[in-house]
């Protein structure tokens, strides 16, 4: 069976090194890593299963934006989110799926950290997930499970 990792749209070389430091900013989807670490598939044609994701990786701004949509023929579970505060001041964060407020106002303090194992939370196909912080400095990771049902 092939090995499941998380991407960013590129190729992905298992002979280098993996980089220490900071995630950059985005939304990731997956691949299937084939013989000798060669890319199977393209997240656009990937085979029915599920598929290791981070949803969002990225600071959040002040203004409600969009993080992710649920691809047709998948549906997204999340599993896991992430918050990071480099101010020197609290910051709270919101997170809003399918258009409706799913976590309000979770407060990070001060050069703190937050993690939260959640009870999967399920999307649909098309829904979005949307997230905002109350000041500049936030930053968000989301990590879950992308079910794909359906062959692009």
């Known amino acids: ?17 993996f980089a220490a430091g900071p995630a950059t900013s985005g939304t990731f989807g997956s691949a299937i890593l084939g013989p000798a670490g060669t890319v199977a598939a393209p997240e656009s044609a990937r085979a029915p299963g599920d598929y290791l994701t981070r949803f969002a990786a990225k600071t959040l701004s002040t203004s409600r934006e969009l993080l992710y949509v649920v691809p047709e023929g998948t549906r997204a579970v ?27 106002a979770i407060p990070v303090p001060a050069g703190a950290s937050r993690a939260q194992d959640v009870p999967e939370w399920l999307m649909l196909p098309g829904e979005r997930l949307e997230g905002s912080a109350s000041a500049a400095g936030l930053n968000l990771f989301v990590y879950g499970v992308e079910e794909v049902r359906e062959v692009s």
């Open 1 to 17: 069976m092939p090995a499941i990792i998380p991407v960013q749209g590129e190729p992905v070389n298992l002979t280098a090194p």
């Open 78 to 104: 999340i599993r896991h989110f992430g918050l990071v505060n480099t101010s020197a001041s609290q910051i709270t964060a919101s997170l809003w799926i399918g258009g409706l407020l799913h976590v309000p």
